[in-house]
C-alpha cells in the first residue's frame, strides 16, 4: 500500500519513500507526493533521487491494480533501482500546480454552467469540460466574465469526507453523468469551494480561487445534438 501523502498535503513537493516493489510498469513506493492519474487529471511527473544521487526520470504515475499502490512510471532508458531502496520522491512542481489550478477552475465552470457533465480533462493550464446542453448559444466573453468573478471572490477550497449511504441520499452532488466517485472503502471525498460548489472528487486543487489567477473561455465547440465543449485556459 502507498500513502497518499498527496492528499494530506497537495504542496508537499517531496518526501522520503522505500521501493517496495518493481515490475515491468514501473516502481511501487510506500508513500508519495505523485498524484496517480484519473479523474481527467494526468498522473504527475518528476524524478526519484536514489541515496548516492542520481535521479530517474518519472514520466507519469499510476494506480496498480488494486488501487492501493502508486505505480511510478519511468523514462526509458531511465537508471534501474532495487526493490528495498530508499528513494526521495520529487514532484515537477510547476507541472503540478498548473493542474491545481486549472482543476479547481474547472469546477467554478460546472457552477458557470449549471448542466450535467459528459466529459473532462486537465491540462498543463489548459482544460475542458463536455457538457449535456440543448442550447449553443453560448458566449465566450459572458462566461468568461462570470468565471473570473467567483475566481476574485478568493474563496476557501475545502476538503471533507461523507460515506457512500450519505452520497446516496445526496445524488445531486455526482455532476459527471458518466464517471461515478470510486466506492468500496466507505467514504467518499467532497472538494468544497466555500459558499459556491460542492462535489465528489480525487484531485489535487488549490488552497483558494484567488490562486488560480485570470482565466479565459478559449473555445465552446458542438460535440453532438446535445454536447458542448468548452475550453478554458490559464491567463497569468
Known amino acids: 500500500m502507498t500513502r497518499p501523502l498527496y492528499r494530506e498535503d497537495p504542496y508537499l513537493t517531496e518526501c522520503g519513500a522505500t521501493i517496495v516493489a518493481a515490475d515491468q510498469r514501473g516502481y511501487v513506493l510506500d508513500a508519495s507526493v505523485f498524484y496517480p492519474q484519473g479523474g481527467g487529471q494526468p498522473g504527475d511527473a518528476g524524478t526519484l533521487v536514489s541515496?548516492?544521487?542520481a535521479e530517474t526520470s518519472v514520466i507519469s504515475a499510476a494506480y496498480g491494480e488494486d488501487r492501493t499502490q502508486i505505480v511510478h512510471i519511468p523514462a526509458d532508458g531511465a537508471a534501474v533501482l532495487a526493490p528495498g531502496s530508499r528513494v526521495i520522491a520529487r514532484l515537477d512542481w510547476r507541472l503540478r500546480h498548473l493542474?491545481?489550478?486549472?482543476?479547481t477552475a474547472l469546477h467554478l465552470l460546472s457552477v458557470v454552467l449549471p448542466f450535467p457533465v459528459t466529459g473532462?480533462?486537465?491540462g498543463d493550464g489548459e482544460g475542458r469540460l463536455d457538457f449535456d446542453i440543448q442550447d449553443s448559444g453560448l458566449d465566450k466573453v459572458e462566461l468568461t466574465e462570470k468565471l473570473n468573478a467567483l475566481v476574485a471572490?478568493?474563496?476557501s477550497v475545502l476538503e471533507r469526507w461523507i460515506t457512500d449511504d450519505e452520497l446516496d441520499s445526496n445524488p445531486a452532488l455526482v455532476k459527471t453523468m458518466s464517471v461515478q466517485p470510486p466506492r468500496g472503502s466507505g467514504r467518499i471525498r467532497l472538494i468544497e469551494i466555500d459558499g459556491i460548489d460542492l462535489q465528489?472528487?480525487?484531485?489535487?486543487?488549490?488552497?483558494?480561487?484567488g490562486e488560480i489567477g485570470r482565466v479565459a473561455i478559449t473555445d465552446i465547440q458542438k460535440k453532438g445534438r446535445q454536447n458542448?465543449?468548452?475550453?478554458?485556459?490559464?491567463v497569468d
Open 51 to 53: 541515496e548516492d544521487g
Open 99 to 103: 493542474r491545481m489550478r486549472i482543476h
Open 120 to 122: 473532462g480533462a486537465i
Open 153 to 155: 471572490r478568493d474563496a
Open 200 to 209: 465528489p472528487c480525487g484531485g489535487t486543487h488549490v488552497r483558494s480561487t
Open 228 to 234: 458542448r465543449r468548452v475550453r478554458i485556459a490559464l
